[in-house]
């Protein structure tokens, strides 16, 4: 608006540069639209590109570029060869018998990991405001690690289903939504975790929707229970612990 009027505070010589640079911001912004027009088009007509669509998190454009980048995929052998080359997969340092993994690598083709980066932030984001929409997957992992390791998460494992379903040509199958209930908050389900121990090594608790329902306790979890409790000998010399009869006193 202030080049339009011609603002005395602008100098002439900079007012028709700036004139000229705002001409050509105005024409990239045409032939962009008019490109993406195209690519949508052309990612509606074509059938792998359409079937890809269907994952959530992938839209036209993202299903368009991987399928201008590697055809069919045929050059990966498996489903992480290709987010690894999506810079998704986790560094590795490796020196004799220790083993280091750090954070993605982000090598490979930038372009592609940015797409699907962009896809997860949006179902991170949705699932966030609507809990209920979220798998167990998704809960799992929103619980356990921070916003932005959840986003590269669900983008390398976008990237590992769009591999799949360009070897197998079949559809996009929907995961099993959780029961139907009041869903539990993530800061809930997060501090449920940490008070039981589920995920640590010898817990065999396992979680499973809106009505906290869980296996039976590990060995560690039962001998944490039996502490403190009266031993009594069986009749074979074994020694277990008494939960209903009290010692003679």
């Given at each position: 608006m202030l080049l339009e009027a011609g603002d005395d505070d602008v100098p002439p010589v900079l007012l028709s540069a700036l004139r000229l640079l705002v001409?050509?911001?105005?024409q990239l912004a045409t032939a962009i639209f008019i490109?993406?027009?195209?690519?949508?088009?052309?990612?509606?007509?074509?059938e792998t590109m359409r079937r890809l669509t269907t994952i959530p998190g992938v839209g036209p454009l993202t299903a368009h570029a991987i399928v201008t980048a590697i055809g069919d995929g045929k050059q990966f052998d498996?489903?992480?060869?290709?987010?690894?080359?999506?810079?998704?997969t986790r560094r590795v340092d490796q020196s004799a018998d220790k083993r280091r993994e750090r954070?993605?690598?982000h090598q490979g083709e930038m372009r592609l990991r940015k797409l699907f980066a962009l896809g997860a932030s949006t179902i991170m984001r949705h699932i966030r405001a609507i809990s209920g929409r979220a798998t167990e997957w998704q809960r799992g992992i929103l619980a356990r690690r921070p916003i932005k390791v959840a986003v590269v998460a669900q983008a390398a494992r976008n990237a590992r289903i769009a591999w799949a379903m360009l070897q197998s040509k079949?559809?996009?199958r929907r995961p099993p939504r959780p029961r139907r209930g009041r869903p539990i908050p993530f800061w809930l389900d997060k501090l449920i975790r940490s008070a039981t121990g589920q995920g640590a090594r010898g817990t065999t608790a396992k979680?499973?929707?809106?009505?906290?329902?869980?296996?039976?306790?590990?060995?560690?979890?039962?001998?944490?229970r039996n502490a403190g409790r009266p031993i009594r000998v069986t009749h074979r010399g074994q020694r277990s612990a008494?939960?209903?009869k009290r010692p003679d006193t």
């Amino acid at each position: 608006m202030l080049l339009e009027a011609g603002d005395d505070d602008v100098p002439p010589v900079l007012l028709s540069a700036l004139r000229l640079l705002v001409r050509q911001i105005d024409q990239l912004a045409t032939a962009i639209f008019i490109l993406e027009k195209q690519i949508v088009a052309r990612a509606r007509e074509d059938e792998t590109m359409r079937r890809l669509t269907t994952i959530p998190g992938v839209g036209p454009l993202t299903a368009h570029a991987i399928v201008t980048a590697i055809g069919d995929g045929k050059q990966f052998d498996s489903a992480r060869d290709f987010a690894a080359c999506c810079g998704l997969t986790r560094r590795v340092d490796q020196s004799a018998d220790k083993r280091r993994e750090r954070g993605i690598s982000h090598q490979g083709e930038m372009r592609l990991r940015k797409l699907f980066a962009l896809g997860a932030s949006t179902i991170m984001r949705h699932i966030r405001a609507i809990s209920g929409r979220a798998t167990e997957w998704q809960r799992g992992i929103l619980a356990r690690r921070p916003i932005k390791v959840a986003v590269v998460a669900q983008a390398a494992r976008n990237a590992r289903i769009a591999w799949a379903m360009l070897q197998s040509k079949e559809s996009y199958r929907r995961p099993p939504r959780p029961r139907r209930g009041r869903p539990i908050p993530f800061w809930l389900d997060k501090l449920i975790r940490s008070a039981t121990g589920q995920g640590a090594r010898g817990t065999t608790a396992k979680w499973s929707g809106p009505g906290l329902e869980h296996s039976a306790p590990s060995k560690r979890s039962k001998a944490r229970r039996n502490a403190g409790r009266p031993i009594r000998v069986t009749h074979r010399g074994q020694r277990s612990a008494d939960r209903t009869k009290r010692p003679d006193t």
